[in-house]
């Protein structure tokens, strides 16, 4: 009998989790791809943290928020990644320095402006300005999102866009990082 309920509760497990992947991974893998800058390995990342919360689906589910407990996991993987990646890449430059880091140009000017800029800041500051204004969560949401205080998320948030103002220059630099943040999101 109990091999019977724990199959059902299996499935249940499994319809719920693919109901979840279905409805975030495009946000989710947008995510990775805004704090990464690199658009070809957000979805290896995003597909990651998916696999991360599928071996903990009991304490995801039972979250007051799992959408946000997911942007938690991409947030600590991608801060984990560009660590790793600096890392990798200051042993690189011992080895062949004066070589400069090409980047592809994408369609959008604007976009790769930002992004630059974006991967310029401090992690904690980009994550707040991504969160904020790219997936419009609320300063509540992001501080949830990233174990932080909703004061740590104002100032980081005006910190960060005051440095990407002065990074762009004094073009209408907030309608540009939105309108540029908002057409990152949808690729």
Known sequence: MHQVIDDAAGR???D????FFEQHYAGLARLAHLLTGDADGADDLAADALLALWDRWDRVRAAEHPAAYA???VANMARSRIRSAVRERRRVTLFWSGQS?????????AVVDV????????FRK???VV????????EKDTAHTLGISVGTVKSQTSKGMAELQRLLGPQPALERIQMS???ARGQ
Not at 131 to 138: I, K, M
Request: with cysteine; hydrophobic share 40%; glycine share 4%.
């Open 101 to 109: 880091e090409n980047t592809e140009d994408p369609d959008i000017p």
């Open 12 to 14: 249940n497990a499994a």
């Open 131 to 138: 969160l904020r204004h790219a997936f419009d969560l609320s």
């Open 71 to 73: 942007r938690g996991v």
């Open 126 to 128: 980009r994550a707040c």
């Open 16 to 19: 719920e989790f693919h109901a």
């Open 181 to 183: 943040v908002a057409d």
């Open 115 to 122: 992004q630059e800029a974006l991967r310029g800041l401090p």
